[in-house]
């Protein structure tokens, strides 16, 4: 399986990006897949995670502001993020939920600046 992120990049604080992740194999359907992301100097954190039936969860500091969801079609996983702050800026990876240290990709770099 090969996870490919995509769709970050400099926005200002209040502006919005999708963020899609494309993961190969059959197996995505049955998987529960979450985004994670890094910032500067600090460690991975989660973000949120949806499960192959569409439960959703998400941490705190983005609840209210940012939406997962996926396409079991097109094998995608998307992360819809509004409202973003400074604080969220990362670099965005998606992953299996809980994720499986084997399939970290590149990630997409995301900078919420002025």
């Known amino acids: 399986v090969q996870l490919v992120e995509s769709g970050g990049g400099l926005v200002q604080p209040g502006g919005s990006l999708r963020l899609s992740c494309v993961a190969s194999g059959s197996i995505f359907s049955i998987k529960a897949m979450g985004w994670y992301r890094q910032a500067p100097g600090k460690q991975r954190e989660f973000v949120a995670g949806i499960t192959s039936g569409g439960s959703r969860n998400y941490a705190n500091s983005v609840k209210g502001r940012f939406t997962i969801s996926r396409d079991n079609a097109k094998n995608t996983v998307y992360l819809q993020m509004n409202s973003l702050k400074p604080e969220d800026t990362a670099v965005y990876y998606c992953?299996?939920?809980?994720?499986?240290?084997?399939?970290w990709g590149q990630g997409t770099q995301v900078t919420v600046s002025s």
């Open positions: 992953n299996f939920w809980p994720y499986d240290s084997t399939y």
